[in-house]
């Protein structure tokens, strides 16, 4: 059974950085993704990062390139999302998600199912 288990959330003042951690374990099939999603009060899930589990692509939304970055550790099964200069903004619950295909926009759900397992969210608050 894969579970993902997500850290690093918390709160920093405006132009601060983050890095949030998503680590995995048990079993995932082979070319799943891996996606960081934001859920901003009162929003669906946007996917702003996704990396390969196992091959070297990557991706950043427009909006957030240049600030974020994905960067993944195989050898400690965990995946990061570098937040730098980070914005009021910005502020919301991230999620990890892994699946076969990831949605630019969906309904956060509330646990893992078939084939779509998602960690547990972590609050990022940026403010001064």
């Known amino acids: 059974q894969v579970q993902l288990v997500v850290s690093g959330g918390g709160m920093v003042q405006p132009g601060e950085s983050l890095r949030l951690s998503c680590k995995w374990s048990?079993?995932?099939?082979?070319?799943?993704?891996l996606g960081w999603y934001r859920q901003s009060p009162g929003e669906k899930c946007e996917l702003i990062a996704s990396i390969s589990l196992t091959g070297g692509g990557s991706a950043i939304s427009d909006s957030e390139n240049g600030r974020f970055t994905v960067l993944r550790d195989n050898a400690k099964n965990t995946a990061y999302l570098q937040m730098n200069s980070l914005k009021p903004e910005d502020t919301a619950v991230y999620h990890c998600?892994?699946?076969?295909?990831?949605?630019?926009?969906?309904?956060?759900?509330?646990?893992?199912?078939?084939?779509?397992?998602w960690g547990q969210g972590t609050q990022v608050t940026v403010s001064r």
């Open positions: 048990g079993d995932i099939p082979n070319l799943y993704i």
């Open positions: 998600n892994v699946a076969g295909l990831l949605l630019a926009t969906r309904t956060c759900p509330t646990g893992s199912s078939f084939n779509d397992y």
